[in-house]
């Protein structure tokens, strides 16, 4: 027997969408099955959809608009600044390096320098000071943080 083709816009779909994108401890009702008797569905029918191409779609642009969400991120961000100044959690190493690795200010940042005179035309002192300027410049970046 074919198939009806699947209207990811029905509010049913987008529903178990929404309930998919949602971490399993917040997710309402808890458990598929509920969900598809909320739904008055089957609980294969929502198993079935799994193995639709436009559910799949559906679920990977929504999936990624929500771990996209600026929300989701500050969420994320606070929580590891709890659990990195927290001397008692056990993970708070852990938790700063991954809040200083997401920030990116464990990273020395990326310089270009941009010449528009031919390097070969260059003097030697010319040369020499463009280079020291720029790293004089990098080594003050790099104390800013820590002073």
């Not at 987008?14 to 994108?21: D, M, V």
């Not at 190493?93 to 920030?103: L, M, P, R, T």
């Not at 020499?128 to 800013?144: F, G, K, M, P, Y």
Request: proline share 5%; aromatic share 6%; hydrophobic share 35%.
């Amino acid at each position: 027997m074919a198939q009806a083709p699947l209207n990811v816009n029905d509010w049913r779909c987008q529903r178990y969408l929404n309930w998919l994108c949602t971490p399993p401890d917040d997710r309402e009702p808890r458990y598929k099955k509920d969900l598809a008797e909320e739904l008055g569905l089957q609980h294969r029918t929502l198993n079935t959809w799994h193995d639709n191409a436009d559910f799949l779609k559906a679920w990977e642009k929504l999936y990624l608009k929500t771990i996209g969400d600026p929300g989701v991120k500050l969420k994320i961000m606070q929580t590891l600044e709890q659990t990195a100044t927290d001397n008692d959690d056990p993970k708070h190493v852990q938790a700063a390096k991954a809040y200083f690795e997401i920030e990116g200010s464990m990273k020395p940042q990326r310089m270009e320098v941009q010449v528009t005179k031919d390097a070969a035309k260059l003097s030697d002192d010319e040369l020499e000071n463009l280079l020291a300027a720029h790293a004089q410049s990098e080594v003050e970046r790099r104390r800013a943080p820590s002073e």
